[in-house]
């Protein structure tokens, strides 16, 4: 199994036109993130922040910049591929040259396009507008998000092939992305869980996308920690990408 770069490139252009074309799923990735953010920015307005600390807003804005593109990823790709497959377009598809790899390519890339677009409004709404502050560099803290955003996207490819209707693909969201929220780091730090849990968390790729925010968070300039932690969700996004092409099934039995 090959890819094509021609019809990679075709398979890519198609799914970015499909897209452009669904104004709901548009305004989706683009601004529910970015009115979370402001959600979350009210919520802890009045709250007072004792002397010496970071504020509480800034201290969970910037885990969310990475864990809201994750999760809205992962419903939007896991919806749409579904879709793809319900409604025989995929079994079309894979009856011509086009390969799993150039069809799950063409998605990745033409998701991670949006994604990029997202996090940049997010990260642009976060710093611009609500004051957000961070030791470290934002283009550090769009890249984290962007690529969390395309964990979202494989993980939701892998979810896909298991379902058979759209309301299962959101059904897998509970198993996938809800125990990597509550296991993150996000409700309570990593190294205060009981150990069984940690070695979970260990074992989740959300848990080292929110390390790698945190380190940004702290530190002036990148560090070799926050670039393994980057380095480990990369090897996620390749290896999901891979079952997915493993486990991508023509049609729904």
Wanted: hydrophobic share 55%.
């Amino acid at each position: 199994m090959i890819m094509n770069p021609r019809i990679y490139a075709s398979s890519t252009i198609r799914i970015l036109r499909q897209l452009r074309n669904d104004h709901r799923t548009v305004a989706m990735i683009l601004l529910v993130p970015s009115l979370l953010m402001v959600l979350l920015y009210f919520m802890y307005q009045n709250v007072p922040t004792p002397p010496g600390q970071i504020p509480l807003f800034d201290r969970i804005a910037i885990t969310m910049l990475g864990i809201l593109p994750f999760v809205v990823m992962f419903l939007v790709t896991s919806i749409a591929m579904q879709r793809e497959r319900s409604s025989g377009t995929l079994e079309r598809l894979l009856s011509t040259p086009l390969s799993k790899l150039d069809l799950l390519g063409g998605y990745g890339t033409a998701f991670s396009i949006a994604a990029a677009a997202q996090a940049a409004l997010a990260c642009g709404v976060a710093f611009g507008f609500l004051s957000l502050t961070t030791e470290g560099n934002v283009a550090w803290v769009i890249l984290i998000a962007v690529v969390n955003a395309v964990l979202g996207v494989s993980l939701g490819l892998l979810a896909s092939a298991f379902a058979r209707t759209e309301f299962q693909a959101v059904q897998f969201m509970p198993v996938i992305a809800v125990p990597q929220l509550l296991l993150c780091g996000l409700l309570v730090p990593r190294d205060q869980l009981p150990q069984w849990l940690e070695w979970i968390s260990n074992a989740l790729p959300l848990s080292y996308a929110v390390e790698a925010l945190q380190q940004v968070a702290v530190h002036p300039s990148a560090t070799a920690l926050m670039w393994r932690d980057l380095g480990i969700v990369v090897l996620y996004v390749l290896v999901a990408l891979a079952l997915a092409a493993a486990t991508l099934r023509r049609r729904t039995p």
